[in-house]
């Protein structure tokens, strides 16, 4: 099957510091107009690639997720697909009509209605008049402007441009949407029709490109993902391959993930114990990304001085928003609960399952305890670690969801009693 989209090489430069940046019309023309005003031009030898050598193909009905940090080219790329941006080099072969929702509003004229600008959209894919017509209740119902559809644009709120831009790109027949961070603006509400359209979009056969930081809506409606970088194809492939690598990339040198006192170093502790080394990672493969179904392996070393100790190590797991999820204890294990120690170093290790951290960054603080009453000392470690949500979500909330916690719990459902049936009408008299 020939793919819908098909870009080879595609490279966009902008020159810094010049009025020539190659780039729209309207750059162009506000470049002339910056001349004028001047009457002279500040050129600079800075070239900055925002996409080069970038090559992929989509097939029909795929719904690809373009992520990347910021200022990776993703929307570049929208833009140069939408023929709002010509590339400096390379090409990109669009088989269809395409609906695109780069910014707020774009496409539309802010003197003209709503009215008008659906008429307009819809002409400029190609669309009959009629044809507009019949989706006009559809587009105005769902982006509830209903009340404002006759008042020109430039009127409404960001959030109303918002939804009706998102909607006209949605309805309107385009065999190819491109949507760039659509779910950015508006509440959680809208942000469900908008996911829920798009799903429809994607089972009825049309291409969708979406890019967007929210990884989890990403996961959850994309077949495919295109990780850009620098303006360069990092990886492209699978969902479940490509998103851990990127958020393994991002998050690599951003947490501490281990505390080592040596002897030759004053450690936090007292005459009885003291720690000599804190831990944490994934108990997967060493490096691999924290997902919230992946168990993390907690270890803390300390080092015993008196004979005949009984010492016990506690645990407060403690969420960014400085919230204790909960606390944990190494006399749980009942084998170490009363035993004595001789003098040496210890490690006692703990294991968090997975389907029980929220996401977001964790630390924890240390407790040492003698005879399961007597508090030594703690140590507010500086170790932490990310939790990130991988899980695969239908239509609906794709945000982070509320609470320290997320386990995954057994839920039962049933019918308890038989819909009660209309009564009979009584006879007529």
């Known amino acids: 099957m020939a793919p819908i989209i098909s870009v080879k090489g595609l490279g966009k430069r902008y020159r810094l510091g010049t009025g020539t940046s190659q ?12 001349r004028g005003a001047s009457h002279r031009s500040i050129e600079s030898t800075a070239i900055v690639w925002a996409l080069k050598d970038v090559t992929f193909d989509v097939q029909p009905g795929e719904v690809v997720g373009v992520i990347g940090a910021n200022g990776a080219g993703k929307s570049t790329l929208l833009k140069v697909l939408s023929r709002i941006s010509q590339p400096s080099e390379g090409e990109a072969r669009l088989a269809g009509r395409v609906g695109s929702l780069l910014d707020v509003g774009t496409g539309f ?29 559809e587009i105005v119902s769902f982006a509830e402007v209903d009340r404002f559809i006759d008042t020109p644009v430039k009127h409404f709120s960001s959030g109303m441009y918002l939804r009706l831009a998102f909607s006209v790109a949605a309805h309107l027949s385009a065999d ?4 760039d961070e659509v779910l950015a603006v508006g509440d959680a509400a809208f942000q469900k029709k908008c996911l829920g359209k798009m799903e429809d979009a994607s089972s009825g056969g049309r291409t969708v490109l979406f890019v967007s930081h929210n990884l989890v809506a990403v996961q959850s409606l ?20 490509v998103v851990p690598a990127y958020l393994q990339r991002q998050l690599s040198g951003t947490n501490v993930t281990e505390e080592h006192w040596p002897d030759s170093q004053p450690a936090p502790g007292n005459e009885i114990a003291c720690l000599r080394r804190i831990r944490a990672g994934s108990a997967a493969a060493a490096g691999s990304a924290i997902t919230m179904d992946s168990p993390v392996t907690i270890d803390v070393e300390y080092e015993n001085f008196v004979p005949d100790a009984v010492l016990d190590v506690a645990l407060h797991i403690i969420t960014e928003q400085e919230v204790i999820a909960f606390a944990t204890w190494s006399s749980s294990d009942e084998r170490w609960r009363d035993r004595r120690l001789a003098p040496g170093t210890y490690r006692a290790s703990c294991r968090i399952p997975g389907h029980l951290l929220n996401s977001g960054r964790h630390r924890f603080r240390v407790f040492v305890v003698r005879d399961l009453a007597t508090l030594l000392f703690h140590h507010d ?30 839920w039962t459902t049933r019918r308890i009693e038989q819909p009660h049936l209309a009564s009979a009408e009584p006879a007529a008299v």
């Open 109 to 137: 004229h802010p003197e003209l209605t709503g009215r008008e600008n659906i008429y307009m959209s819809g002409a400029v894919l190609g669309m009959a008049a009629r044809d507009i017509a019949s989706r006009f209740d």
């Open 222 to 241: 994309c077949d495919r993902v295109l990780w850009l970088d620098r303006g360069r194809v990092e990886a492209a492939g699978p969902v479940a391959e």
């Open 381 to 410: 470690s500086c170790v932490t670690f990310d939790v990130i949500d991988t899980r695969p979500r239908g239509v609906g909330w794709h945000g982070r969801e509320p609470g320290a916690v997320q386990p995954r719990l057994e």
């Open 176 to 179: 190819i949407l491109l949507m």
């Open 23 to 34: 780039g729209s019309l309207r750059d162009l023309l506000g470049s002339l107009v910056f």
